[in-house]
């Protein structure tokens, strides 16, 4: 619940375009406004470093000039390129390689294809910035540094120009500073964040050369600081970023974590050891100079919860991530299935060992427990705290008098990821109201149904945050916006009080007014009647999908 309306307030402005004052614009070097979106992507590509000379072309005439040979350099290398296509490079894009024999596809990003001895950062997204290093590259956790050592002898364009460049007192050919998260619009998190120094350094005699662990495969950087401990953020702001980030590397990758948490690693150490074969690497805690042929610093994001498949190399979506999960949690499963197994039959012959009267009563008991599995599963995601079911007791019988077999999730923060994912992927309906918790509905299997319940003043963030995404991963999602005589604050507040007739109106005060109202004081008294009609709803819609499947497997 920590500081959800500010995310969703700040987030829909940007949305909406709107400037604001936590917000990034877009475009931030007015130098390029004139100028089209192709020739913006070369003077990245070709001149990473062109911001940072450009702002002190006062103080140093000679670079424009250094900046006219860049350009002209570029235009060598990349004029084949321009001649035999016509697409222009997208701002959003995935990070990947090129498959032999396959045609580029046109979000292709920016820094894909670089030569050694460069480093290239793309910050054109307003939601993170990604920077690619390729050649030498060593760590230096106690300078928050990642460096890279280029040849004096090195080929290709970049490092052309930047041999070009006089180098500063400290021996630097280019420094970039980059904080790898991916809230980049929301600047009271990114200050919060550990930033980190990227420098370039041309090889000499005196280079040491010392690697304390050296890498064969690539490293990707990425820090679990600013709102990780919120489970949504968890997965949209880590976990998903990390898997778009890294799965074309098809687990030969090793993961630096700046503000590292071991419990975080255990949490998601399931999900981690999926993406990369290498157990990740805490940045500031280890000492050690690491060495690695390239490194992505910063993770790609895309939207909220979710993958576009048309920025991913092989056209991977939300599913190809779910089916993570699915390789990442069933060990564990059918490790806890085997165990309540061996439970079960520990206590069937202890009856039996009693009395073989009971034989009779437990054969009826096992008839009993197969037909309820006949019935569609619905999970209740329950609430301990605000935006509570008050009547969940009553919720449950309704449920069971539909045909429904319910299960109560009331998980905590110890609760295992796996267990959850169990009750979740065997479910055909989940009910829960708003809130982080609602993330899980990415254990869900494509196909089930979601019920999300929505309390006052929640209607933008339920749908932008959990409706639209639960929609893109293939779930029929049913929403459930309550009712002011649904809501605990219909007792506390006059019918007419805008805090009842128009929440909106309240939100738009502040974060402070939005958490003490909506989110911290606010519990929810479904109308049974009412919800009623979105049960029968999904549980014929469950029935109907067993019925199908059924006959599907008869043929």
């Given amino acids: 619940m920590k500081k959800e309306m500010v995310r969703y307030q700040r987030y829909h402005q940007v949305k909406k375009g709107e400037q604001h004052q936590h917000v990034l614009p877009v475009k931030q070097n007015t130098a390029f406004e004139d100028e089209d979106e192709e020739s913006r992507a070369l003077v990245l ?72 001895g460069t480093i290239c950062c793309d910050r054109s997204s307003i939601r993170s910035d990604v920077c690619v290093i390729k050649g030498d590259v060593r760590t230096n956790s106690a300078s928050s540094s990642v460096i890279l050592y280029s040849s004096r002898n090195s080929n290709g364009s970049i490092n052309y120009v930047s041999s070009m460049v006089e180098e500063d ?48 495969v690539p490293a990707v950087f990425f820090s679990t600081g600013g709102y990780t401990g919120n489970v949504y953020h968890e997965f949209n702001d880590g976990i998903l970023p990390l898997f778009i980030t890294s799965q074309h590397f098809n687990k030969k990758v090793v993961f630096v974590i700046l503000e590292y948490h071991n419990w975080w690693v255990m949490k998601y150490g399931d999900i981690l050891s999926q993406l990369s074969d290498y157990p990740a690497i805490d940045f500031s805690g280890d000492k050690r100079t690491h060495c690695f042929p390239e490194a992505i610093v910063g993770l790609r994001i895309h939207d909220e919860l979710t993958v576009d498949s048309s920025l991913m190399q092989g056209n991977k979506t939300i599913v190809d991530f779910r089916n993570i999960l699915d390789r990442a949690y069933w060990p564990r499963i059918r490790g806890l299935i085997r165990d309540e197994e061996q439970k079960a039959q520990q206590q069937l012959r202890e009856k039996l060992s009693l009395s073989s009267s009971l034989e009779t009563s437990l054969e009826l008991e096992k008839e009993v427990q197969e037909d309820q599995l006949k019935k569609p599963k619905l999970v209740v995601f329950s609430r301990n705290d605000s935006r509570a079911i008050t009547n969940e007791d009553l919720l449950v019988k309704m449920a069971e008098k539909i045909g ?14 796996a267990k959850i994912y169990r009750a979740l992927n065997s479910s055909d309906v989940m009910v829960g109201v708003h809130g982080a918790a609602m993330t899980h509905f990415l254990f869900m299997k494509p196909g089930s149904v979601f019920i999300q319940v929505i309390p006052l003043g929640t209607d933008w963030a339920a749908e932008t945050y959990y409706g639209e995404p639960a929609r893109r991963l293939g779930l029929k999602y049913i929403s459930y916006p309550i009712l002011p005589s649904e809501s605990s604050l219909y007792e506390k507040y006059d019918k007419d009080d805008p805090v009842l007739r128009d929440p909106t109106s309240v939100t738009k005060k502040g974060w402070e007014y939005t958490k003490t109202i909506y989110l911290g004081g606010q519990n929810v008294r479904l109308h049974l009647r009412r919800f009623r009609k979105r049960l029968v709803r999904a549980y014929d819609y469950s029935i109907n999908r067993m019925n199908h499947h059924l006959h599907h497997q008869s043929h």
């Avoid at 429904?404 to 990821?417: A, H, I, M």
């Fill in 45 to 116: 590509v070709c001149a990473p470093n062109y911001n940072s000379y450009y702002y002190n072309k006062r103080t140093r005439p000679k670079l424009l000039s250094l900046l006219f040979l860049s350009l002209l350099s570029c235009t060598f290398v990349l004029a084949p390129h321009l001649l035999t296509s016509s697409s222009t490079f997208s701002l959003h894009y995935s990070f990947g390689t090129e498959s032999e024999g396959l045609v580029p596809a046109v979000n292709t990003p920016l820094c894909s294809s670089i030569s050694n």
């Fill in 169 to 216: 007192v400290k021996g630097e050919l280019q420094h970039e500073k980059i904080k790898p998260y991916t809230r980049k619009w929301e600047t009271s998190v990114m200050d919060t964040i550990d930033e980190l120094n990227l420098v370039l350094k041309k090889e000499n005699a005196s280079t040491n050369h010392h690697c304390d662990v050296k890498h064969d």
């Fill in 404 to 417: 429904f077999r319910v299960e109560l999730l009331r998980p905590d923060r110890t609760t295992e990821l």
